[in-house]
């Protein structure tokens, strides 16, 4: 069982920055694939960003592309999401996830999930 806690969210105002991170409790984090997903108000959960179990391969949804950055750090267990040109439309609670695959993965299949940290721009 892996639990992950997510940190960093909070309110900005638009063109602002955040930095969320996702700690993950398990001793073979450099094996699993992590992802960050939002679910906006009233829509449904997407993914925002990918990363490879080694931190080499990323993905990033088109609405984010330019503006936000997922890293890891496998020596802390961390996954990072830092969130510049901060748009209203980037309001939602977001989501850490984990897959115990080396590569990226673009689904929703993930196996362990954060409880959410909420992100919210003002306009």
């Known amino acids: 069982q892996v639990q992950l806690v997510e940190s960093g969210g909070g309110l900005v105002q638009a063109g602002g920055s955040l930095r969320l991170s996702c700690a993950a409790s398990?001793?073979?984090?450099?094996?699993?694939?992590m992802a960050w997903f939002r679910r906006p108000p009233g829509r449904e959960r997407g993914l925002v960003a990918a990363?490879?179990?080694?931190?080499?391969?990323?993905y990033y949804a088109d609405s984010v592309k330019g503006r936000f950055t997922i890293s890891r750090d496998n020596a802390k267990n961390t996954v990072y999401l830092q969130m510049n040109s901060l748009e209203a439309e980037d309001t939602a609670i977001y989501y850490c996830?984990?897959?115990?695959?080396?590569?990226?993965?673009?689904?929703?299949?993930?196996?362990?999930w954060g409880r959410g940290t909420q992100v919210s721009v003002s306009s």
């Open positions: 996830a984990a897959k115990k695959k080396f590569t990226i993965d673009l689904g929703i299949s993930y196996e362990y």
């Open positions: 398990t001793r073979t984090y450099s094996t699993y694939g």
């Open positions: 990363i490879s179990a080694n931190g080499a391969d990323t």
